[in-house]
């Protein structure tokens, strides 16, 4: 079964903050992404990666990074924070093969006082 | 713009009894389907998928119909079980590009013991 690991289920931060989200995958998977949900909106996408040291934005990457430096782990930067980036965010992957579904992690709660 | 829609937020069936999950999309560029299904705290959960070749999947319980002409698709869940209980993304994507998933905003089926 693939795991998707999420370092943390719940974070509380400050606005102005730099925040990091961490994500691992354990399949080997090529690529990686970042959603977030939001009651209403469905899940969005912030930014994915198909490969080592490469990235794309999705729909919504404004105030957000990424770094992917390992195949393996793929992470999420708030470059500084804000009560509107308040969310429950995940990450998935998925082999880089045809028709293949995203699997995703359990999700991080993050609220920004 | 919603490319993919789920126009029912909420659903409730009796245990033993069909659910039926509808999802409309506007992109024509589309040629797999997926169905998730989140349960509170936990991260989505990949159900069951439809390649645009074929008009039906099925695997267990759950079968997914995929109109093209209409831009339709729907789940299936026979016989529905209390455990069915959750919210579920239509999501969909094109092979071509970065198979990026685009999301529903999801339904929440309720069933009924």
């Known amino acids: 079964d693939v795991k998707v690991t999420q370092s943390s289920r719940y974070l509380v931060k400050r606005t102005g903050e730099k925040v990091f989200l961490e994500c691992v995958q354990d399949?080997?998977?090529?690529?990686m992404f970042w959603y977030r949900q939001d009651p209403g909106l469905g899940l969005r996408l912030i930014y994915f990666s198909y490969d080592v040291k490469m990235k794309e934005k999705g729909d919504i990457p404004e105030g957000y990074s990424v770094s992917r430096e390992k195949k393996e782990r793929f992470s999420l930067i708030l470059e500084s924070a804000s009560t509107n980036q308040t969310s429950m965010y995940l990450c998935a992957s998925r082999a880089g093969t045809e028709n293949q579904p995203q699997h995703f992690g359990d999700g991080t709660r993050l609220s920004i006082l | 713009d919603q490319q993919v829609k789920q126009n029912s937020p909420s659903l409730s069936v009796q245990e033993g009894r069909i659910s039926i999950l509808n999802c409309d999309y506007t992109n024509s560029m589309f040629d797999y389907f997926l169905w998730y299904k989140k349960y509170p705290a936990e991260g989505p959960t990949f159900l069951i998928s439809?390649?645009?070749?074929?008009d039906k999947n099925e695997d267990g319980r759950f079968t997914v119909f995929l109109n093209k002409s209409a831009k339709h698709l729907s789940l299936h869940i026979v016989p529905s079980q209390p455990g069915d209980s959750a919210v579920y993304f239509c999501a969909a994507s094109a092979q071509t590009g970065a198979n990026n998933l685009f999301f529903g905003t999801g339904t929440r089926l309720t069933v009924i013991p």
């Open positions: 399949m080997d998977h090529e690529n």
């Open positions: 439809i390649s645009s070749i074929k």
